[in-house]
């Protein structure tokens, strides 16, 4: 069974700061990875699709790269701001999602 | 309009209660999925249908049942509802894209037993 990792658990940061929210899995054979973002009230929302044969994928401010055989995952926000705040899940895909319990980020004004 | 829909958006219901959560989506995706969110734990699937005659568990389907009514339709019901299963339910669909397999979530709804 698919084990998903998040770390950290929370963060919060003052506007303006990069950072990199990690994710990792414990079964390396997979379709693809996602990352998600879920606001208050709200369903998820996918960022960004990394397929197995990516490395990495960029929207924006948002970079996420994929290391497969190590079960690896990481999503960079370039530049945070106030409208990034929300909790973001990672989600590696065969067949079916299996998700983490996400980073609740803060981005400060 | 929302692609996928879920009613209700909020539910309060007492012990033993059967309740019915429902779920509709205009994206005309084969494939329906139901989650559970609670703090801390994530999302984790119940049930989940790649087509109108086709209906599987996941992996906490314990205490619930589910119902495809057509493509676009697909209901959770809880027959006997208990505290634990309060919760944040969510419904998903997505197209059986292989490596460009996204999925699409509904508002959720969040169910209080007392």
Not at chain 2, 43 to 62: A, C, H, P, Q, W
Request: hydrophobic share 30%; with cysteine; aromatic share 10%.
């Amino acid at each position: 069974k698919q084990e998903v990792t998040q770390i950290p658990a929370a963060l919060s940061v003052p506007e303006g700061e990069n950072l990199v929210l990690n994710c990792s899995f414990t079964d390396s054979a997979i379709y693809n990875l996602q990352w998600f973002r879920q606001d208050p009230g709200k369903g998820l929302t996918s960022l960004l699709l990394i397929q197995s044969s990516q490395r990495e994928q960029t929207s924006g401010r948002l970079n996420a790269s994929l290391d497969k055989s190590s079960g690896r995952s990481t999503l960079y926000i370039a530049a945070s701001q106030p409208g990034d705040s929300a909790t973001y899940l990672c989600a590696p895909y065969r067949g079916k999602f299996y998700f983490g319990s996400g980073t609740k980020l803060n981005v400060k004004p | 309009d929302a692609d996928v829909t879920q009613t209700p958006r909020n539910r309060i219901t007492k012990t033993g209660k059967r309740i019915m959560l429902e779920c509709s989506q205009t994206k005309g995706h084969d494939r329906m999925y139901w989650y559970r969110q609670d703090p801390g734990l994530g999302l984790r699937l119940i049930y989940y249908s790649f087509d109108v005659k086709d209906i599987n568990k996941g992996e906490i389907s314990d205490g619930y049942s589910v119902s495809r009514q057509a493509q676009a339709k697909f209901s959770l019901s809880l027959e006997s509802a208990i505290p634990n299963q309060t919760a944040l339910y969510f419904c998903a669909t997505s197209a059986g894209l292989a490596e460009k397999e996204t999925q699409y979530f509904g508002p959720g709804t969040r169910l209080l037993v007392l």
